[in-house]
């Protein structure tokens, strides 16, 4: 089974570029999803198929890819931006997996 | 607009069998290309896949509990049920239920959106 790393902790001040990367084998040849879940509630997809961001998300999250990693950035980032983040992709044979999550603390 | 409830039992005991539903509306399981999944999360732990049902009736599951899953839908009902066996103070966690979402001409998949999940917890 294939694996997905993501950094525990990144702490960015307000106004700053966050970055938070996602590591795995399996991400050259498949799409990375990521997903905000703020204290409480049902996680929310931010970027899908690496680098798409769904209607309704702020410009200010973009997503990239380069080989074994793909990388969530938060360009400007906002006191309601702090939540955990999570990385999620699927194998070839239809198993879905989850990073284990990164939280972004706002300064 | 698409939406996912889920349902059961909040307190199950050790060895016991957990059945969860999931009721969606705002679509079909009967629909091509549609599937929903099961995501869990034990209390401030990582989100972890359990399980997806296809709207042919493919199944996926999690190699790590593959032996304790089933996954089911009933299409009359627009639910999806998903069981597991064998429960261990381990699996107390809020369990949710996705949409898998498609990407344009079926390229990429994601969960959106999301129950709102239901805590579930093992304890004698």
């Known amino acids: 089974s294939f694996e997905l790393t993501q950094p525990p902790s990144v702490s960015v001040s307000p106004g700053q570029t966050a970055r938070i990367t996602c590591s795995g084998d399996a991400l050259p040849k498949q799409y990375a999803n990521w997903y905000q879940q703020k204290p409480g509630q049902a996680p929310v997809v931010v970027i899908c198929?690496?680098?798409e961001r769904p209607s309704g998300i702020p410009e200010r999250f973009s997503g990239s890819s380069s080989g074994t990693t793909v990388t969530l950035t938060i360009s400007g980032v906002q006191a309601e931006d702090e939540a955990d983040y999570y990385c999620q992709s699927a194998d070839s044979s239809g198993t879905w997996v989850f990073g284990g999550g990164t939280k972004l603390t706002v300064l | 607009q698409i939406t996912l409830k889920e349902s059961g039992p909040t307190l199950v005991r050790p060895t016991q069998t957990l059945t969860l539903t999931c009721t969606i509306s705002g679509f079909s399981l009967s629909t091509s290309e549609v599937g929903v999944g099961w995501i869990r999360q034990p209390p401030g732990k990582a989100l972890e896949w359990l399980a997806l049902i296809y709207w042919d009736d493919d199944k996926r599951y999690s190699p790590s509990l593959k032996s304790r899953l089933t996954i089911t839908r009933d299409t009359s009902k627009n639910q999806v049920v998903l069981t597991m066996t064998n429960m261990d103070p381990v699996d107390t966690a809020t369990y949710y239920c996705?949409?898998?979402?498609?990407?344009?001409?079926?390229?990429?998949?994601?969960?959106?959106?999301w129950g709102q999940g239901t805590l579930v917890t093992v304890s004698s």
């Open positions: 996705a949409h898998r979402a498609l990407g344009v001409r079926g390229v990429g998949s994601w969960f959106d959106p």
């Open positions: 198929k690496d680098t």
